[in-house]
């Protein structure tokens, strides 16, 4: 496969060399646009301190002292509010137009990528809305008939065997704006603004602003049914105060599924299995299964998901930086493209071992 990925290096070099500068320039107009908006918040902020302190605001004109201001006395603010937006204008167009050319490129160059590594796969790169019933009958996001509020599908790469089909999806999940409790207030409100900016700004994709989980999703049928399900989630996420494990909780309330002791010390240190059935839970998780999912993490050190539903079965990574894309690794070196091979593997090891494949 080194072969296959050098070859492909070369190829695709102009492809990616370009890619490389336009997703600099995307930081640079990233910059720009939110952190020009969020100096334009903490201004606002610091004027109202300095007004309800007693203190007046610097850019006001004292009419005690001088009552018959000039133009540029009254408006000294202007000075700093035009360059300041011309700033967020600027940057605001040169994200806008740099990301798509940047996403053409990324999206060539992943096409030709996956055609080369995976020849008998078929790749679909085009936007599409994700099925509610899919993302609940997958049990990673808890219950969504009250709290989603859409998500999409940066595309997917399916693969076809013996007349079964295993389905891989780049996804982003939106939090429902009723579950924040920031909008609950005008404070709330603009310590949501904050967030967004600061999302904004250190987000691994500008996707992924408003996005709650970026990451792979795959889906594919099992080769005959369970009883009831199985979930095995990261064990660290039931010390958070974060939108999974909130769903985590809820999920143990639903169907019976209770939390589900293996006697696995070391797949314990990093996994949480719950089901409504323990024997079928045991049945599931083989030794081999709870071995290879222990070095993916070790490994990858990445979030990994699987339930087993009936006869459907659910695997899910958490990828900041997007699971058919370029990643975060330099472009020109040849890192990008093995980190995209790295991420299918790790998968379909999974799937060997579960022979879905």
Known sequence: MNSTISQLQQELYSTLK???CNRRKIRIARTLCYGGALLYFVGIIA?????????????????EANPNPTFFEQNKILVFIIPLFALIMLGSWGLSFYYKKYTDDEQNAVRQIIRGMFPDAKCYLSPAPLSQSLMQQSNFFGSLKSNYSGGYSFGSVVFENNNRKITFRDIVINKGVKENWLVQSSVGGLLLVFQMMFKGLFAKRVENVVGTFRGMFADAQLEKSINGSVVILPDHLESKLDYLAKNIQALKNVNGNKLVMLEDVEF????????NDEITARYVLTPAMKL???ELKKKYNRDIMLSFSGNRFFFAVAMPEGFLTLGNSSLTSG??????????????EILTDLKLK
């Not at 004027?47 to 009419?63: A, W």
């Not at 493209?337 to 299918?344: A, Q, T």
């Open 18 to 20: 370009q890619a490389g």
């Open 47 to 63: 004027m109202q301190i300095f007004v309800f302190s007693g203190n007046g605001s610097p850019f006001m004109p004292d009419y």
């Open 268 to 275: 314990e240190c990093y996994f949480a299995v719950y089901s």
């Open 292 to 294: 290879r999912m222990t």
């Open 335 to 348: 890192e990008a493209l093995k980190d995209l091979y790295d991420n299918f593997a790790a998968v379909r």
